[in-house]
Nanobody, 115 residues
Framework: QVQFVESGGGLVQPGGSLRLSCAASGVIFNIYSMGWYRQAPGKQRELVARVTSGGSTFYADSVKGRFTISRDNAKKAAYLRMNNLKPEDTGVYYC?????????WGQGTQVTVSS
């Protein structure tokens, strides 16, 4: 069964940090690029970072220099380190293989940046 479970979100003040984790199962993890997506209230889900199976990374302009994506193929896990968080980073964060079709989205993890 294909499953993605996100964790690590929470309430943090502006300027704070969080580390999100994603545990994957039921997929051949190391053949996919893994992406972290964000859905802000009232907005569509957007890709904020991705990492290829070989470790190459891409970041949306809005998070470049503040977020770091990584992966551990042996553990079938992906991570998103978020520093200097801003209120506009608030949203539900999901992980998902960039090239995988279907609809196996997990429940995500809520990140709220507020003073």
């Amino acid at each position: 069964q294909v499953q993605f479970v996100e964790s690590g979100g929470g309430l943090v003040q502006p300027g704070g940090s969080l580390r999100l984790s994603c545990a994957a199962s039921g997929v051949i993890f190391n053949i996919y690029s893994m992406g972290w997506y964000r859905q802000a209230p009232g907005k569509q889900r957007e890709l904020v970072a991705r990492v290829t199976s070989g470790g190459s990374t891409f970041y949306a302009d809005s998070v470049k220099g503040r977020f770091t994506i990584s992966r551990d193929n042996a553990k079938k896990a992906a991570y998103l380190r978020m520093n200097n968080l801003k209120p506009e980073d608030t949203g539900v964060y999901y992980c998902y293989p960039v090239e995988l079709g279907g609809n196996y989205w997990g429940q995500g993890t809520q990140v709220t940046v507020s003073s």
